[in-house]
């Protein structure tokens, strides 16, 4: 009979490769290696950081002036299609450059998505914290909010609070806000009912913590998660009916650059000169399809129902 080496335990299991990662293992370090290892979010994450980048630093990226109306540059073509340098995708019917547009309004598109999800998270997510934890009419009362809110159409609400207040960028952002906060109230709502009933809740509750300390040190840091993933998912829908309210006339008003104007004045254009839709269409194309694959992701990894815990 062979002695064991040190350190080897007799019919100890062997490791396997698909071993799940240490518990011991940081969450942000956790996050990077689970992003790295899917195709989809590490592309939609990498499409997302260009897109913040753009936004941010868009003054500094401009080749011309997005608001200077030339008039013997109206209708220029793209660069790859006869056009000059530096107006890549060409110029509008004023003359105005629209690469520069375009990028100036990634700036209000990710502003206003921002704004709409951060409004609509915080308000919807402190309300369903309140409704799942006390209960009873409290409980009633904000549920049947939401579901009387949830009786109109999305579109057909924010279309009637824009009509009521006037176009501009805080009216869209408070009339997105108000379309969406119930998403997150009706979430955070059934997540709290499940941990209110938790040991670690109910043993909170009989030392006497107080009730907003449990709310925001015990349920809604286990709920974020969650909130995390619709947040980000929410970013793109906030940012097509943007465009989308923009297009109609009722979101940011010109001469601000934005994906919805720019098509809406390119729309009696189509035939003739394609590209003054072209390049905001592909920028709200992509700009959808990167958040829902980061999304996506997310939801994948965090939301517990598709992990299987």
């Known amino acids: 009979m062979t002695a064991?080496?040190?350190?080897?335990?007799?019919?100890?299991?062997?490791?396997r490769a698909d071993a799940p990662l240490d518990d011991h293992v940081p969450p942000l370090r956790r996050f990077f290696q689970e992003l790295w290892a899917s195709p989809k979010g590490m592309t939609g994450f990498?499409?997302?950081?260009?897109?913040?980048?753009?936004a941010i630093f868009a003054p500094l990226l401009l080749p011309a002036d997005p608001t200077e109306q030339i008039i013997k540059n109206r209708f220029m073509p793209p660069v790859f299609a006869g056009g000059e340098w530096p107006h890549f995708l060409g110029a509008d019917n004023l003359g105005r450059d629209i690469f520069s547009r375009v990028i100036l309004g990634t700036q209000t598109s990710v502003a206003v998505g921002a704004f709409v999800v951060m409004l609509a998270l915080v308000v919807g997510s402190a309300l369903g914290a309140i409704a799942g934890y006390f209960g009873g009419l409290v409980d009633s009362f904000i549920m049947r909010l939401t579901d009387f809110q949830l009786s109109f159409p999305f579109i057909l609400l924010a279309i009637i609070f824009m009509a009521i207040f006037g176009p501009g960028f805080t009216s869209l952002v408070i009339a997105?806000?108000?379309?969406?906060?119930?998403?997150?109230?009706?979430?955070?709502?059934?997540?709290?009912?499940?941990?209110?009933?938790?040991e670690f809740i109910q043993a909170a509750r009989s030392?006497?913590?107080?009730?907003?300390?449990?709310?925001?040190?015990h349920v809604v840091p286990?709920?974020?998660?969650?909130?995390?993933?619709?947040?980000?998912?929410?970013i793109a829908f906030v940012i097509i009916f943007e465009a989308a309210l923009s297009f109609l006339g009722l979101g940011i008003q010109p001469p601000t650059p934005s994906w919805g104007v720019m098509i809406s004045d390119g729309r009696n254009y189509m035939f003739e000169s394609l590209?003054?839709?072209?390049?905001?269409?592909?920028?709200?194309?992509?700009?959808?399809?990167?958040?829902?694959?980061?999304?996506?992701?997310l939801r994948d990894t965090y939301d517990p129902r598709l992990a299987g815990l």
């Open 275 to 297: 590209w003054m839709t072209l390049g905001p269409g592909l920028a709200i194309l992509v700009t959808a399809v990167a958040i829902n694959l980061f999304g996506d992701f």
């Open 176 to 198: 997105l806000a108000v379309a969406i906060w119930v998403n997150y109230a009706r979430l955070v709502r059934g997540e709290t009912l499940k941990l209110r009933e938790l």
């Open 46 to 54: 990498v499409c997302m950081a260009v897109i913040i980048i753009v």
């Open 207 to 217: 030392i006497g913590v107080r009730h907003s300390v449990i709310i925001l040190r």
């Open 4 to 15: 064991l080496e040190p350190g080897e335990a007799q019919g100890a299991p062997e490791a």
């Open 222 to 234: 286990n709920v974020l998660p969650s909130i995390i993933v619709m947040a980000t998912l929410d």
